[in-house]
């Protein structure tokens, strides 16, 4: 391919046009950077946010931050980077002020007082809706799009990012190619900030964009990742979308089986399925083993109050409601069979509490950054995008201030030619290799319960098309190029996942091993990073010693499943 490549040169280059990537934009650019923004999506699309609630966990300041931690580290069984999480909390009530300063209206009552739904049966943590609800997430993207405006910030979409690139060590750019026209793209800059998601498999309807790039391009520019053997699992009705069971279940909607029974009181007296979905698909997973499917949502035991507050008022889910109801299904009112779902990784890029990797010059936030420990809470990752994404962009801005002049100079750069040479070449489909990676995960004994043997099986097989497929694909036009992309990116995050899971020989928070149900007595990370341009992984404790808040109860122990 012998286009010349498009050249673009900042100061600080995002990588992906969400949340996180929108606050670190505006931030940086707020300091006096000259800030790029480049997204694989359309224009003013807003990433995987606008499709929330917009609701947002929050530390009010009638909290205490060691109270909230507490929670956390029990709900993470302890796997918890306490420094970190810190200062995400600490910092959260600020983004949420400027959230309400430029008009994202959370919910209140005749008196003021936010509205708050809790989250998990934790004490201290609860997210803020906001009003009317459904429409959050689509506002929140308009309002961070407007600010980016204000301050300057360049944007360019369609372009996908296949590789970082670095001048010795330190990060000085990132190349890809324009996913309409295949022509190659270069971008020089002082700083890099990944914000693109570490990925998913696109087996769900909230998660169709994000395809294991994030994970792929930190790796290849050598940074170390972690949780990577923990994924994101989700409740979903069989016949239509639905968005929101974190507000549901705790106004009293529940899991049936075939039997009419509320199986998860039995799995967990403690919070019966008020209980992150992990757990809740976990004693799915066994109910259908027992032969006790299939499994029903239930609904019409929820409280006046409930079906009021989680009736969609807007967005798509208003629309979805609407739809449902010409078709005869009052979702409030009925049971509806559910299944479970993969939907993304959990797992992202280590890095510090100032969002710095162990790259010089590159930086992580949101869900690229490596936060979750394989359970989730409503309105959390609106908490971890806007306050990581924030400090991301401060934290850039100034290593480019002090850079000076000399840190704008590079090394020649150019383009991924390994990728670029597909363009045209007939070979494997990339949506071969995709549906491949996502026929590999769906196995219970790879990704509900967890067993060394389906593991191994599921790795060898992977390695199989990371050697011999691969290299075997083709591109007839760009936006299969892009395809391409994906499919190699899906590939390495599903081989991460999979050394990861078997690197982690016990069960903990949404890593299930049913041939090691128990808990070790150590608390380590699983690390992943490039040796002669493999995955490896290795094992890190924690530094338990340096933190507040010593792990003695864990939320795992609050149930009791078959051993």
């Avoid at 600020?94 to 003021?112: K, P």
């Avoid at 007839?476 to 982690?504: D, G, I, Q, V």
């Amino acid at each position: 391919m012998n286009i010349k490549p498009m050249e673009y040169t900042c100061d600080v280059l995002v990588i992906g046009g969400g949340y996180s990537g929108s606050w670190a934009a505006i931030r940086a650019a707020a300091l006096g950077c000259r800030v790029l923004v480049v997204d694989k999506g359309p224009g003013n699309w807003g990433g995987l946010g606008m499709m929330s609630g917009g609701d947002m966990i929050v530390m009010q300041p009638e909290f205490q931050v060691d109270d909230l931690l507490d929670d956390l580290v029990y709900y993470y069984d302890g796997l918890c980077d306490q420094t970190q999480i810190r200062t995400i909390l600490e910092a959260s009530y600020r983004r949420f002020l400027d959230l309400e300063s430029w008009g994202h209206v959370f919910a209140r009552d005749d008196s003021g007082r936010l509205f708050c739904v809790p989250q998990r049966d934790l004490p201290h943590m609860r997210y803020y809706v906001y009003h009317p609800y459904g429409k959050g997430g689509a506002h929140a993207s308009a309002l961070l799009t407007e600010k980016m405006r204000e301050h300057g910030v360049r944007r360019i979409s369609n372009v996908e990012i296949t590789e970082i690139l670095k001048d010795g060590d330190a990060v000085c750019g990132a190349a890809g190619f324009h996913a309409r026209s295949g022509a190659p793209c270069l971008f020089r800059a002082r700083a890099v900030i990944l914000c693109s998601h570490t990925g998913g498999w696109k087996e769900s309807y909230l998660a169709n964009t994000c395809a294991g790039e994030g994970a792929y391009l930190a790796f290849q520019a050598g940074a170390k990742l972690r949780n990577m053997e923990f994924v994101s699992h989700w409740n979903v009705p069989v016949q239509f979308a639905w968005e929101g069971q974190t507000g549901l279940l705790p106004y009293g909607a529940r899991f049936l089986n075939n039997k009419g029974e509320d199986f998860m009181r039995r799995y967990s007296p403690v919070h019966g399925a008020k209980a992150d979905p992990h757990y809740n698909i976990r004693g799915m997973a066994l109910e259908t083993q027992a032969g006790n499917a299939p499994i029903w949502f239930d609904t019409s035991t929820m409280s006046e109050e409930g079906v009021r507050v989680m009736t969609p008022a807007g967005g798509w889910m208003k629309l979805n409601n609407e739809k449902l109801k010409s078709l005869g299904i009052d979702f409030f009112h009925m049971k509806t069979p559910w299944t479970p779902s993969g939907k993304i990784s959990f797992g992202g890029v280590a890095a510090d509490e100032h969002c710095m990797t162990n790259v010089p010059g590159l930086f992580a936030a949101g869900r690229a950054l490596s936060v979750h420990a394989g359970v989730y809470m409503g309105g959390w990752d609106t908490c971890i995008t806007s306050t990581t994404g924030y400090i991301a962009g401060e934290e850039a801005a100034k290593l480019v201030a002090g850079l000076g002049e000399a840190g704008a100079k590079a090394s020649e750069l150019t383009p991924d030619s390994d990728m670029l040479g597909l363009l045209g070449r007939p070979g494997i489909a990339p949506k071969d290799i995709v549906r491949r990676m996502q026929e590999i995960m769906a196995h219970t004994d790879v990704s509900i319960l967890k067993t060394g043997e389906g593991l191994s099986r599921a790795l060898a097989e992977v390695e199989e098309v990371r050697d011999n497929l691969l290299p075997e694909m083709g591109a007839s036009e760009p936006h299969y190029l892009l395809k391409a992309m994906e499919a190699r990116s899906m590939t390495m995050l599903t081989e991460m996942y999979l050394k990861s899971s078997l690197a982690r020989r016990e069960s903990r928070c949404g890593h299930y091993r049913q041939d090691h149900p128990g808990r070790d007595k150590d608390i380590r990370w699983i690390v992943v990073d490039k040796a002669d341009g493999r995955v490896r992984t290795s094992q890190q404790m924690l530094p338990l010693e340096s933190y507040p808040i010593k792990p003695t109860r864990f939320y795992m122990d609050d149930f009791n499943y078959p051993q």
